[in-house]
């Protein structure tokens, strides 16, 4: 069964940076479309970002965060990453990693959740003054 990791969030100030890390077990990252998602409470989870499998590395952003998150991959880490800049109150949630080998990623479409059969435990980001 893959495990999948999520780190590296916290509270941090609007305007803030962070970088999100997701690391793997039981399988390689580089195999599969990555995805990045978040719940704030009360809300449905929503699609962030996500990366291709290969070495394409075709990607997608929410409109609610392009231009101010980043999410990239190292492969010799096993470990894909979401860097987040200029952060808002409003991108408070718990952030999720997940995986899939069954659905791809483009640049105007993120894999629907219920379609990633790999899920981390997720890492809360709070931006608050």
């Known amino acids: 069964q893959a495990q999948l990791v999520e780190s590296g969030g916290g509270l941090v100030q609007p305007g803030g940076s962070l970088r999100l890390s997701c690391t793997a077990s039981r399988i390689t990252l580089s195999y599969y479309t990555i995805g990045w998602f978040r719940q704030a409470p009360g809300n449905e989870r929503e699609g962030v970002s996500c990366?291709?499998?290969?070495?394409?590395?075709?990607?997608y952003y929410a409109d609610s965060v392009k231009g101010r998150f980043t999410i990239s991959r190292d492969n010799a880490k096993n470990t894909v990453y979401l860097q987040l800049h200029s952060l808002k109150p409003e991108d408070t949630a718990v952030y999720y990693c997940a995986a899939t080998q069954d659905s791809v990623c483009y640049s105007s479409y993120i894999p629907s959740s219920d379609g990633m059969p790999y899920w981390g435990e997720g890492t809360l980001v709070t931006v608050s003054a």
């Open positions: 990366i291709s499998a290969g070495s394409d590395d075709i990607t």
